[in-house]
């Protein structure tokens, strides 16, 4: 396989996409390609997208989101970022998408069918659509893994073809690939185990027999910020590892919101803080595991999220160089609103995490 | 980086102050532990082990072996839930009449045991007669009264095992006969 990635942080965006289509035609290495794919920025206007993307390219064989920021090896682009892959061998992407009516029946017999493939999923943000995917339920072990496109003032969607998908999930499903990934975490866990009394979805109501929201109340003294709280977030404790949550809302004496659910099986929760330092040495170790696990890496997925880019702040750009020193590959991503990897079989939507996805065609 | 630092200290303090809730809860369930430990769970007299245990250190007292007449027959005719109050009703007779250093304790079923302390045979018949006196009354309309044999030290013996089993022995002299009086020699 071979992957290049291009960007443009040109504001008009049909000069953004020629420019791309510019550079990806005088690079020697690549003279085709099977896939594109585009992760462009929210302030584009959308109903454009699929338009210039179908007139400069020439194309249908491409998937392209919306993002706030994404990412170009060791670049952090703001405008337009894309991914092109020609396979060498048997590889193979197939596009399939799937709306929140059919999470329940054609989206799980999908993901049954394909269980031995990477399939890499783009979910639009939206509560109850991820709530439905991560509470579907498998007898056997699945394979999911990707990131929630962000979503800001209503805009935050998917284009294929002639379809713009605002509500909705798309999974390019890899064949003849082999892969590994990574969810990396790094949050330090502190003090002892706090039983969860009543959660439903994404909101926390009780915690050790008291409102969930005292909890917020000590964190917030002489705060102003809930983004603050990022630096603390809560762990949800399972058997090998932890799931950390992002606040996003508080309603007082009432509730604590996050942008990730608590399902029937999260009992227990556990406070935790960010270190920058350990945060980057984590990225590291997992980075040099993943080397260690898939050899000769071709191309490396990274899904990151908004509320670890918070926390990074300048150190964010220190993440990309590690991970492109260490995997030696070309590496696409964006900042998403949420991560969403398979574990067993159990789909699971993780906050603050960065999720590596090495991939090398058979 | 003054908000992180404010943060780390709330964070901080959510942790010590749910600590400090479970070393109270520990210490809460050290107590029950404790009291399970020494004390019969139904009247919360001293059980049969911790008895003996308090007892070791006594030099002069009059042991009692103290047996409920007819409860069996309560029991049985009015249910579990009245033998139990029996039971308790009866340890906090005991309780009420023997003051100060005595130790009262459960020995299980409808036995009970009290040490008398500085009481020997001259003086304990006066005790004992008002004790079935009272027991009887409380328990007039349940039939109940006691059979009580009694042991002491120094002057039966000086070694407890054998107090004990001379006390025993006493009382069942008094159920086999008469039942509703005591023993003491």
């Not at chain 2, 004790?131 to 059979?147: M, Q, V």
């Amino acid at each position: 396989m071979i992957a290049r990635i291009y960007s443009s942080e040109n504001s008009i965006l049909k000069f953004a996409l020629e420019e791309i289509y510019n550079k990806i035609n005088q690079d020697l290495f690549i003279n085709s390609y099977d896939f594109i794919i585009f992760a462009i920025n929210l302030n584009y206007p959308y109903e454009d997208i699929n338009k210039d993307i179908k007139k400069i390219f020439k194309t249908n064989n491409y998937l392209a989101f919306n993002v706030q920021n994404s990412f170009n090896n060791t670049k952090i682009v703001n405008g337009v970022s894309a991914l092109f892959i020609k396979f060498e061998n048997k590889g193979k992407i197939n596009l399939y998408t799937f709306y929140e009516e059919e999470i329940d029946n054609k989206f799980k017999d999908f993901l049954k069918e394909k269980k031995d493939n990477l399939n890499l999923i783009f979910s639009t943000y939206d509560v109850n659509l991820i709530n439905k995917i991560t509470n579907l339920e498998f007898d056997e072990e699945i394979n999911l893994t990707g990131g929630v496109i962000p979503k800001i003032e209503d805009i935050g969607f998917i284009y294929l073809n002639e379809k713009i998908i605002k509500k909705g999930i798309v999974v390019l499903n890899f064949e003849n690939v082999e892969y590994k990934n990574k969810v990396i975490t790094g949050y330090i866990p502190m003090g002892p185990d706090s039983k969860i009394n009543v959660a439903k979805d994404n909101k926390l109501y009780v915690v050790d027999y008291k409102d969930a929201s005292l909890i917020t109340n000590t964190m917030l003294k002489d705060l102003d910020n809930i983004t603050d709280l990022w630096y603390a977030p809560i762990l949800i404790k399972r058997e090998n590892f932890y799931i950390p949550r992002t606040f996003k809302d508080i309603k007082e004496n009432f509730y604590i919101e996050f942008f990730g659910n608590f399902k029937t099986n999260d009992n227990y929760i556990q406070m935790s803080f960010a270190n920058k330092e350990i945060l980057l040495k984590e990225d590291e170790k997992e980075a040099k595991k993943l080397k260690e696990e898939l050899k000769n890496i071709e191309l490396v997925f990274d899904f990151s999220c908004v509320a670890r880019e918070y926390i990074l702040k300048d150190k964010k750009i220190e993440e990309q160089y590690i991970f492109a020193k260490t995997l030696n590959a070309p590496l696409f991503g964006y900042f998403t609103f949420g991560e969403i990897q398979s574990i067993k079989n159990e789909i699971i939507n993780f906050n603050q995490t960065t999720l590596l996805i090495g991939v090398r065609e058979c | 980086m003054l908000n992180e630092q404010t943060l780390l200290l709330n964070v901080i303090e959510i942790i010590t102050s749910k600590y400090n809730e479970i070393l109270e809860e520990n210490k809460f369930l050290v107590k029950k532990l404790k009291e399970k430990a020494l004390y019969d769970t139904l009247t919360h007299l001293l059980n049969r082990d911790e008895f003996f245990n308090r007892l070791k250190t006594k030099k002069n007292f009059c042991l009692l072996f103290i047996d409920l007449d007819n409860f069996k027959e309560a029991n049985d005719t009015y249910g579990h839930e009245i033998g139990d109050k029996i039971l308790i009703e009866f340890a906090n007779l005991l309780k009420n009449f023997f003051k100060g250093k005595d130790l009262i304790g459960r020995i299980g079923g409808d036995e009970f045991i009290v040490a008398v302390m500085d009481c020997n045979k001259n003086n304990i018949k006066s005790i004992l007669k008002n004790l079935l006196l009272e027991i009887k009354n409380h328990f007039k309309s349940y039939n109940i009264t006691a059979s009580i044999g009694a042991g002491f030290y120094p002057d039966d013996n000086k070694n407890i095992e054998t107090i004990i089993k001379i006390a025993d022995e006493r009382m069942y002299k008094v159920k086999k006969s008469t039942k509703n009086g005591f023993c003491i020699e």
